[in-house]
């Protein structure tokens, strides 16, 4: 059983930055692409980047040359390095695995509120 802890949100000013984190547990951790989504109040939850095994990244163009995506195999942890934020990526972000989620592994997400 696998389970993905987020941390790391909170309110900034557009054009700032936050790094969220997500800590899983399970030793096979390494061998899974791993995704971070969004979910906006109304709208359905979105993929927003991935990051395989052999850390090739694929971001969705809402957030391509903004947000960075990246993992520690070591801590078995995955990070999201989001800059320029715009008000527009207030949303609960969550990690899962990618870029098919496994619905027995959402967590709690972390939120991240945008605005001045």
């Known amino acids: 059983q696998v389970q993905l802890v987020e941390s790391g949100g909170g309110l900034v000013q557009p054009g700032g930055s936050l790094r969220l984190s997500c800590a899983a547990s399970g030793s096979i951790f390494s061998i899974y692409t791993m995704g971070w989504y969004r979910q906006a109040p109304g709208k359905q939850r979105e993929l927003v980047a991935y990051?395989?095994?052999?850390?090739?990244?694929i971001y969705a163009d809402s957030v391509k040359g903004r947000f960075t995506i990246s993992r520690d195999n070591a801590k078995n942890t995955v990070y999201l390095q989001m800059s320029s934020l715009k008000p527009e990526d207030t949303a609960v972000y969550y990690c899962?695995?990618?870029?098919?989620?496994?619905?027995?592994?959402w967590g709690q997400g972390t939120q991240v509120t945008v605005s001045s």
């Open positions: 990051i395989t095994s052999e850390l090739r990244t």
């Open positions: 899962n695995r990618g870029p098919v989620a496994r619905i027995d592994y």
